[in-house]
């Protein structure tokens, strides 16, 4: 296995009316949803062999997540099944280029019941890659199932990689998000975040500061800084690369079409140059089409963009 993922499997309505306010809205169209989920269908399009661990409730709508999944080449298997509870729902308004507010419900959401269980500690320890994300620490007894997870990863020698994932509405503040990282930093191989995300990881109020701070303690520190770039910290040695220019249809699922792309150059044992040119292609992609699922690309896509981006710099 390639990568197994732990995290929140989600519901997404996308509003099908550019350029109306959300609470005007009147017709949606539903896709899967859920960072961890998104990175599961992305890396798993890519080529990589994926699995994902995660609870969801026994009602219709997670029928049709399960579903989807499975479509899409993901392994299940550790998906567990909750009755009386419901998997989260966001609502997105979609005004481009820059306007897409979004309505989460995640009120004792089911993902956050998750109970890891020695068969899934075991697929882990198998797997390359462990990822997992901030969301999934939010509540118990995902949290606990988390940091176990998280140790156990690393105690076999899979590379643990953490996208921060911070949503406000999952918190009770922002330091009680950061504290909850932190204590999981010692496990952490390959830390992803944006800036906000990073300041509160390393309670710092500013972006220079807290890669400063957090720099010796993960081995690579990936700093997402929007419509700027990315910056890859490694030690005291740094990668930057500017975003592919694309025409917006709605920037969220950004992030993940970044993890998915740039973690699967990871798998490949890319150079660092390289694993930026597959993120931000893979995000490019994503941001130029609806939805975050359904929008991730396949591996011949994103090499194309890849090519077609470095011609267009080259006869500059």
């Known amino acids: 296995m390639d990568a197994v993922i732990l995290g929140r499997i989600g519901y997404d309505l996308y509003s099908e009316e550019p350029n109306v306010a959300l609470p005007q809205v009147r017709r949606f169209s539903r896709y899967l949803g859920g960072s961890s989920a998104n990175m599961a269908v992305g890396l798993s399009r890519l080529g990589a062999s994926t699995a994902i661990i995660s609870c969801l409730g026994d009602d219709s709508l997670c029928e049709f997540l399960r579903d989807f999944l499975k479509s899409e080449g993901v392994n299940i298997d550790h998906v567990q099944t909750e009755p009386g509870y419901l998997a989260s729902l966001c609502l997105t308004e979609v005004t481009p280029p820059d306007r897409f507010p979004q309505v989460f419900y995640r009120k004792e959401a089911v993902d956050t019941r998750l109970r890891i269980t020695q068969d899934a500690l075991d697929l882990i320890a198998g797997a390359r890659f462990f990822i997992t994300n901030g969301t999934a620490l939010c509540a118990s007894p995902s949290r606990e199932s988390a ?47 944006n800036q906000l995300e990073l300041m509160l990881v390393a309670g710092e109020s500013d972006l220079d500061s807290a890669t400063d701070a957090l720099r010796p303690k993960v081995p690579v520190v990936v700093s997402k800084l929007g419509e700027l770039g990315t910056r890859v910290w490694m030690g005291s040695q740094s990668v930057f690369q500017p ?47 609806l939805s975050c699922s359904e929008a991730m690309p396949t591996l011949a896509e994103v090499e194309q963009t890849i090519r077609r981006q470095t011609s267009a710099a080259e006869s500059e």
């Not at 105690?155 to 949503?167: T, W």
């Open 243 to 289: 975003p592919y220019k694309v025409d917006v249809t709605t920037t969220i699922g950004a992030g993940d079409g970044f993890a998915s792309g740039f973690l699967y150059a990871l798998l490949q044992d890319k150079p660092m140059t390289e694993c930026l040119h597959y993120g931000n292609a893979a995000a490019a992609i994503v941001v130029s089409r």
């Open 147 to 193: 940091y176990r997870a998280m140790e156990h990863a690393w105690q076999s020698g899979c590379k643990v990689i953490f996208d921060v994932d911070y949503r406000s509405m999952s918190w009770e503040s922002q330091e009680e998000a950061g504290l909850a990282v932190r204590l999981a930093l010692p496990f952490i191989d390959v830390l992803i975040g």
